[in-house]
């Protein structure tokens, strides 16, 4: 059975960083196109950020527009891990964070895979 396991989600002001870890297995993490949703209060779950396998990782992300500059998502390797770098947060990215694997983008829409971690808080105040 895959699983993800999320980490390092917390409280923080607006402004501050955070960083996020996704652990998976080597040949999830390798194979997949892997990827960040949150979900705020009261609202549908949204990408933030996505990555495609391959040693050229660098020039296969993608990112909502509301965190383009402010958020970097990353593959480690050594650590079988996908991980999402919050800086310059915004009370807007308060919510629950997914990481999720084997996402698919058809023309310009993004479609989650089917497997999920369980979600980590992220609360930012003003």
């Known amino acids: 059975q895959v699983q993800l396991v999320e980490s390092g989600g917390g409280s923080v002001q607006a402004g501050g960083s955070l960083r996020l870890s996704c652990v998976a297995s080597r040949s999830i993490i390798s194979n997949n196109i892997m990827g960040w949703y949150r979900q705020a209060p009261g609202k549908q779950r949204e990408l933030v950020a996505a990555v495609a396998p391959g040693k050229r990782s660098g020039l296969n992300r993608d990112y909502a527009d509301s965190v383009k500059g402010r958020f970097t998502i990353l593959r480690d390797y050594a650590r079988n891990t996908v991980n999402l770098e919050m800086s310059n947060v915004q009370v807007e990215d308060t919510g629950v964070y997914y990481c999720?694997?084997?996402?698919?983008?058809?023309?310009?829409?993004?479609?989650?895979?089917?497997?999920w971690g369980q979600g980590t808080q992220v609360t930012v105040s003003s």
């Open positions: 999720n694997s084997g996402l698919k983008k058809v023309l310009s829409t993004w479609y989650p895979g089917d497997v």
